[in-house]
């Protein structure tokens, strides 16, 4: 507790959240779901990109976020160049996220500096992203419901490893099953 400029007492960590919550985008599981596909086998074939761009849904509010955002920095073709990724992620979060969190989060993508991304790529690499972020900074404890997975999609991941056993997938699509 300390006491703002008008004499109230004020609890820095309600403060910070209100901040947070006015200056960027609140960090939700529920703003997107994935799923595994009926046949894991199809593992051993997708690339982490291709993975989120099929196995992602986002709800309205995200995609026209990450609309916005995407049309902000696509190119003449309509398509994002790997360059200007990391730029449109931290648009999409408000500057708000540390560069060296989204640069970890890329990196997870195994992407080659020259491509391109589509904008239903997009879509899947920002709700991967949004997962990622919301593991790091939102403690598990005590979260609040409407910012949780759904239930259908704890259900698929539950026992991942298991369901994964005996399938050839690369190691980066792995680390992003397990983040999700």
Known sequence: MYENSDGFAVNLEEQSRSFSRVNSV????????????????????????????KFCKVNNRRHVLYKRTFDKHKDNEGELPFKFLEEALADAYMHTIDMTYITQVIGLLDLPSNTKITF??????????????????????????????????????????????????????RTILRQI
């Open 26 to 53: 609140i960090l939700s599981q529920q703003a997107s779901r994935f799923w595994l596909p009926f046949d894991v086998k199809v593992f051993e074939k997708l690339t982490p990109r291709e993975y989120l761009e």
């Open 120 to 173: 239903s790529e997009f879509v899947g690499i920002a709700a991967f992203s949004e997962r990622f972020f919301f593991n790091i900074f939102t403690r598990q404890d005590n979260t609040e419901p409407q910012l949780q997975k759904e239930v259908l999609e704890k259900l698929d991941f539950s026992s991942l490893n298991w369901k994964l056993a005996g399938v050839n997938i690369s190691p980066s699509l």
